[in-house]
T-cell receptor, first 114, second 109 residues
Framework: EAGVAQSPRYKIIEKRQSVAFWCNPI?????LYWYQQILGQGPKLLIQ????????DSQLPKDRFSAERLKGVDSTLKIQPAKLEDSAVYLC????????????FGPGTRLTVL | DAKTTQPTSMDCAEGRAANLPCNHS???????VYWYRQIHSQGPQYIIH???NNETNEMASLIITEDRKSSTLILPHATLRDTAVYYC??????????FGTGTSLTVIP
């Protein structure tokens, strides 16, 4: 079974630029999550989708971050404009259903904002 | 969801059992205990979870005290590939995960 795919694996941008990350979850998984992991900390949930609807985006900085999951499969997370403090690893995860205990994580995208 | 307390770091000799403690003294009756681990430069990986009873799978064993205020993750024969950050999380089904900072386990040859 293929795992959660993410691209790119690494991205370096300058502050005030925009960036987008892509995630393809495990086939058949209805729930998709985006996490932000700052160096030395555990992952923090940014947004959770159930199919193509948003379940929880309470910790998403909506002034600069946006995410979509148009057909209930792939998802894109965008940052515009980026700030220095956005430097982190962005992890995508999926699960069969919302609230499921076992989430499957992708390898993440490491973003560096200069 | 209840908060957890874990040691910042631990060492374990290769081939020996690694016992990782977690304190969750404010856990409520419907909160599960989950363990994930994160190997360097990878996403977190599910290990095991339980509610009241001890659990075992191919990766590890989870021992939950009778009062459920603490638990221990046991890796029976640690290998170098078990070097990772281990997260203990308690949550109600349907709620999101709060990962905390975890325990950095180093397996020593």
């Amino acid at each position: 079974e293929a795992g959660v795919a993410q691209s790119p694996r690494y991205k370096i941008i300058e502050k005030r630029q925009s960036v987008a990350f892509w995630c393809n979850p495990i086939s058949g998984h209805a729930t998709l999550y985006w996490y932000q992991q700052i160096l030395g900390q555990g992952p923090k949930l940014l947004i959770q989708f159930q199919n193509n609807g948003v379940v929880d985006d309470s910790q998403l900085p909506k002034d600069r971050f946006s995410a979509e999951r148009l057909k209930g499969v792939d998802s894109t997370l965008k940052i515009q404009p980026a700030k220095l403090e956005d430097s982190a690893v962005y992890l995508c995860a999926s699960s069969l259903e919302a609230g499921a205990g076992e989430q499957f994580f992708g390898p993440g995208t490491r973003l560096t904002v200069l | 969801d209840a908060k957890t307390t874990q040691p910042t770091s631990m060492d374990c000799a290769e081939g020996r059992a690694a016992n990782l403690p977690c304190n969750h003294s404010t856990i409520s009756g419907n909160e599960y205990v989950y363990w994930y681990r994160q190997i360097h430069s990878q996403g977190p990986q599910y290990i095991i979870h339980g509610l009241k009873n001890n659990e075992t799978n191919e990766m590890a064993s989870l021992i939950i005290t009778e009062d459920r205020k603490s638990s221990t993750l046991i890796l029976p024969h640690a290998t170098l590939r078990d070097t990772a950050v281990y997260y203990c999380i308690v949550k109600i089904t349907g709620n999101q995960f709060y990962f905390g900072t975890g325990t950095s386990l180093t397996v020593i040859p």
